[in-house]
């Protein structure tokens, strides 16, 4: 059973579209992520959510809304979308904030997104 | 806010042998999380070591041990005895205390085992 699952894995669009990626965990966990890999590899947090909260927002353009119904799907929903966006997305979900000890990480496979 | 910098874009090793990759970070936290992370061809990030700021005592992992160095806000990863299958892109992340916030990443090093 995949812990963190994503969908699509592969997204080729054209500029100006309007593209979803969704995300699940069933790891029981409360807060998810969603990363941007971009083409030199570098990883940069663009959302939290804890318990279906956002509780981090890293300057990401407004055409990027997250959305999460429950605490076990975070989603992704990108407007209007441009060169730039093509990226690597990756999903990570943990347990709960304010737990003693060390909160790993848990990456979904990513979803390879490629704007025309 | 906190930094993170791996100086090696590119790192080689011959299989069988130690390589080290290195880590740098900047913070003005006493505690704090330190991770290394395994992102192979497959795209999959693996988690391969954690060290809790507040232990002294390095974390080790089976062929993985770090060289944790507190006062030089240092944390590297040594591979021993390096297979084919540790080849992959090496990323150094950190996080504030309580684990359950951002971590925030090196730019990674990619490491390429040699048969």
């Known amino acids: 059973d995949t812990a963190v699952s994503q969908t699509p894995k592969y997204l080729v669009t054209q500029m100006g579209n309007d593209k979803s990626i969704k995300c699940e965990?069933?790891?029981g966990h409360d807060t998810m992520y969603w990363y941007k890999q971009d083409s030199k590899k570098f990883l940069k947090i663009m959302f939290s959510y804890n318990n279906k909260e956002l509780i981090i927002n890293e300057t990401v353009p407004n055409r990027f809304s997250p959305k999460s119904p429950d605490k076990a799907?975070?989603?992704l929903h990108i407007n209007s979308l441009e060169l730039g966006d093509s990226a690597v997305y990756f999903?990570?979900?943990?347990r709960n904030r304010?737990?003693?000890g060390v909160a790993e990480l848990f990456f979904g496979e990513g979803s390879r997104l490629t704007v025309l | 806010a906190q930094t993170v910098t791996q100086s090696q874009p590119e790192m080689s090793v011959q299989e069988a042998e130690t390589v080290t990759?290195?880590?740098t970070y900047d913070t003005s936290e006493s505690d704090y999380y330190l991770f290394w992370y395994?992102?192979?061809p497959s795209r999959q990030m693996i988690l391969v070591i954690r060290q809790e700021a507040y232990k002294q005592q390095n974390a080790t992992e089976n062929r993985f041990s770090v060289n944790f160095q507190k006062a030089a806000k240092s944390f590297s990863l040594k591979i021993s005895d390096?297979?084919?299958g540790d080849a992959a892109m090496y990323?150094?992340?950190y996080s504030s205390q309580g684990g359950s916030e951002k971590l925030v990443f090196g730019k990674g090093t990619k490491l390429t085992v040699n048969p």
Do not use: D, V
């Open chain 2, 91 to 93: 990323f150094c992340a």
């Open chain 1, 73 to 75: 799907h975070l989603n």
């Open chain 1, 98 to 100: 304010g737990l003693a």
């Open chain 2, 82 to 84: 390096s297979q084919l």
């Open chain 1, 91 to 94: 999903c990570a979900s943990s």
């Open chain 1, 25 to 27: 965990q069933n790891l």
């Open chain 2, 21 to 23: 990759l290195s880590c």
């Open chain 2, 38 to 40: 395994k992102q192979p």
